[in-house]
């Protein structure tokens, strides 16, 4: 199963599909093979991170596009509002 975080990522970078290379656990990892997997399906990601704060499922409490690292952090009354 892949982690729906990553699902979410790669959602926000704007990737439709997404190739998953598996095993199942008592199969030894053939190296070779999974090196050559991602030789042929990794591509670079276009980084805009619009797209990915607008996938985010939650309220923005702090909006990297807007504000500098280390400002105040967030708005407290929008942290009370979501709902966990």
């Known amino acids: ?3 729906a ?3 979410d990522f ?3 970078v704007g990737y439709k599909k ?3 290379y598996g095993r199942e656990r008592h199969i ?11 030789d042929t399906h990794w591509r ?3 980084w805009d991170p619009q797209p990915f704060l607008e996938t985010f499922p939650l309220p923005l ?3 990297p596009l807007q504000q500098k690292f280390g ?7 929008l942290l009370e509002r979501i709902k966990l």
């Open 71 to 77: 400002q105040k952090f967030g708005d407290r009354a």
């Open 28 to 38: 030894e990892t053939d190296w070779d093979e999974l090196i050559a997997a991602i």
């Open 5 to 7: 975080r990553m699902l």
């Open 61 to 63: 409490a702090f909006n």
């Open 1 to 3: 199963t892949v982690d």
């Open 44 to 46: 670079p990601i276009d």
């Open 10 to 12: 790669y959602g926000g």
């Open 18 to 20: 997404l190739f998953v």
